[in-house]
C-alpha cells in the first residue's frame, strides 16, 4: 500500500463526515470527498510535500465545500431522516433535531465550517489550522455562532425553551 | 467582582483555558449562581448542537475504491490559448495588411487638360474666361467640365 493509499483509508470517513455535515447531501459529499483526494492525488503525484495531510484534507474539504456552497447560492436541500431510522428517539425529539439542523443550514458557510469541526471534536488549534480563524478568536467566534443559534432556534421555536 | 464572558464561559466548557484561565472561572463559580447557570446552560446548549450536527452524518458507508480520473493537464489549455491567440492575432494582421494595401494602391494616371473656351472675351483679363477642363483617366475616358 503506498502512502496515497495509507491517507486515502485512513482519512476517507473523516473527509465524508465533515462533507456531510457541511453539504447536507450524501451524494455531494462524496463527490466533495472525491475532488479532495484527487487533489491529494495530483499533489502527490507531482511530487509535493504534505507535512500535515490530517489538517491538508480537512482545509481543502472545508474550501471545496463553501465553494460549492457560495456557487449554490442557496443551502443544500436537507438530507434529513425519515422517521422509520430512529426507533430509539421520540417525534418530538426528532422535531427538535430537525429545527435545530435548519438553524444550522441557514448559518453562513465559514460559520458552518466552525460548527461542523466543533462537533468532530476539534482542539480550538486544530479549528483554527482547519477553517483560517486566528486560534485566538476560535472561542469567541464559537460563542458567538452559538448565541446567533439560539436567537434563531427561539424565533423557529418558542417551545423549545 | 465582574461576571464571566461569554467567551471566557466556552472556553472552559471545551477545556481550552489556560490554568490561571480556569482557576479565575472556579473562584467565580464558587459565589455566582448566575453563572454557574450560565455555564450549565451553555454547556447543555452546545452539547445539543454537537449532537444534532453529528446527527447528520448516519451511516459511513463503506470507502469506494479510489480511481484518479486523469485530469488533462493545465499546460494542454494554456496551449491551445496560445495557438488561439497567435491565430487571431495573423487573422488580425493579415485583414490589416490587405486594407491598407488597398488603401495605399497606385494612383489612377490622370491627364488634365485646360484649354480657354471657344468663346474669347477679349475685354476680360484671362482670370474670368471661359475656361474647359478635360480629364482623362488612364482607360481614355475624357470627362469635361466647363467653368465659367
Do not use: D
Given at each position: 500500500m503506498n502512502s496515497f493509499d495509507k491517507l486515502y483509508y485512513e482519512n476517507y470517513h473523516k473527509v465524508y463526515r465533515v462533507a456531510l455535515k457541511m453539504s447536507g447531501n450524501a451524494q455531494n459529499a462524496m463527490d466533495i470527498v472525491q475532488e479532495v483526494f484527487l487533489s491529494l492525488f495530483d499533489k502527490l503525484e507531482n511530487g509535493g510535500e504534505i507535512i500535515y495531510p490530517g489538517t491538508w484534507l480537512y482545509k481543502v474539504t472545508v474550501n471545496k465545500c463553501c465553494d460549492g456552497l457560495r456557487k449554490q447560492m442557496r443551502f443544500a436541500t436537507l438530507d434529513v431522516a425519515a422517521g422509520n431510522e430512529f426507533h430509539e428517539v421520540t417525534i418530538e425529539k426528532q422535531e427538535t433535531r430537525q429545527i435545530i439542523e435548519k438553524a444550522l443550514f441557514e448559518l453562513h458557510p465559514r460559520e458552518r465550517v466552525i460548527m461542523v469541526l466543533y462537533s468532530e471534536g476539534f482542539s480550538y488549534k486544530e479549528i483554527s489550522e482547519a477553517s483560517g480563524v486566528k486560534f485566538q478568536s476560535v472561542g469567541k467566534t464559537i460563542s458567538r455562532i452559538l448565541e446567533k443559534l439560539e436567537k434563531k432556534l427561539k424565533g423557529l421555536n418558542n417551545d423549545l425553551y | 467582582m465582574t461576571c464571566i464572558k461569554p467567551e471566557l464561559i466556552q472556553k472552559y466548557i471545551d477545556r481550552e483555558t489556560t490554568s490561571a484561565e480556569s482557576e479565575l472561572v472556579d473562584a467565580h463559580l464558587k459565589h455566582c449562581e448566575d453563572c454557574c447557570r450560565k455555564v450549565e446552560a451553555r454547556k447543555q446548549f452546545s452539547q445539543l448542537i454537537i449532537h444534532s450536527v453529528n446527527h447528520l452524518v448516519k451511516d459511513h458507508g463503506s470507502i469506494p475504491a479510489f480511481a484518479p480520473v486523469?485530469?488533462?493537464?493545465?499546460r494542454f489549455f494554456v496551449k491551445r490559448r496560445i495557438i488561439y491567440g497567435l491565430s487571431a492575432a495573423c487573422v488580425l494582421l493579415l485583414i490589416m495588411f490587405t486594407v491598407i494595401r488597398t488603401r495605399t494602391r497606385e494612383p489612377w494616371h490622370v491627364s488634365i487638360v485646360n484649354t480657354i473656351g471657344p468663346q474669347v472675351d477679349a475685354n476680360k483679363p484671362i482670370t474670368k474666361q471661359d475656361m474647359i477642363i478635360n480629364i482623362i483617366d488612364q482607360d481614355g475616358n475624357v470627362t469635361e467640365l466647363k467653368l465659367e
Open positions: - | 486523469k485530469k488533462v493537464s493545465g
